[in-house]
């Protein structure tokens, strides 16, 4: 698929750089992540391979560590289920002056493409079945960054006028619109983006948006449905 992180014009695969990680050439034996079912282990097992920290790859449903809160649509989308997660620290002050932000990253997949990703590292000259597949991203980044705010500004003609989304957990979302596989939305502090979906159906799914929050009961983590 080989989604690219909105407006920044960067492989997903190139994020980890970003965060600081290390960059490697791809190791020989590629395994099918196609039959992987633990898609966190694996992601790591690979990363790990060329020398990239594997500390940013997380568990589906993972709270963000910063004050943003994340949102993604729960365990499922429509056919995809969340495979892993992911949280960055990205330069979002559009200024020569470096100021970093989280962004936060949820992936779903289809069942047929087990644990491909664009998490998976040097697949630009790996085999196809190792890489993105057709997975589905939704971005969480903090709606007061100086670069998000000039994204809603340019790309997207700023809030003002622009249609209202109910979300089944009572919040309401501003419809940014969409094209080029992807769709964003204000809701709450952040600023989310859907990408891999055509905006018409990524619309449908976006009542389900729901903020972050994983309930923790005695018996440990589970998702809160």
């Known amino acids: 698929m080989g989604l690219r992180l909105a407006r920044l014009g960067l492989p997903l695969a190139a994020l980890a750089i970003l965060a600081g990680s290390c960059t490697g050439t791809p190791f020989g034996e590629l395994p099918d992540p196609r039959k992987a079912s633990d898609c966190v282990t694996f992601t790591k097992e690979a990363q790990s391979e060329v020398g990239e920290n594997v500390s940013d790859v997380l568990e589906p449903g993972t709270p963000s560590s910063s004050p943003l809160t994340a949102y993604w649509f729960g365990p499922t ?3 995809r289920r969340a495979i892993l997660a992911t949280e960055l620290q990205v330069d979002m002050s559009n200024t020569d002056e470096e100021k970093l932000f989280s962004l936060y990253i949820t992936f779903y997949q289809l069942p047929e493409d087990g644990c491909q990703s664009g998490m998976l590292p040097g697949y630009e000259e790996s085999p196809d079945y190792w890489g993105p597949g057709r997975e589905v991203q939704v971005l969480s980044e903090p709606l007061g960054t100086p670069l998000t705010q000039r994204t809603i ?30 769709t964003a939305v204000v809701v709450g502090r952040a600023l989310v983006t859907v990408n891999g979906l055509p905006p018409d159906r990524a619309r449908e799914f976006l009542p389900q948006l729901r903020r972050l929050e994983p309930l923790v009961s005695k018996t440990g983590f589970h998702f809160d449905s």
Do not use: H, M, Q, S
């Open 153 to 182: 500004r340019e790309v997207y003609g700023g809030r003002e006028g622009k249609p209202r989304v109910d979300l089944t957990n009572g919040e309401t979302a501003i419809f940014l619109g969409g094209g080029n596989g992807e």
């Open 77 to 79: 989308l429509g056919p």
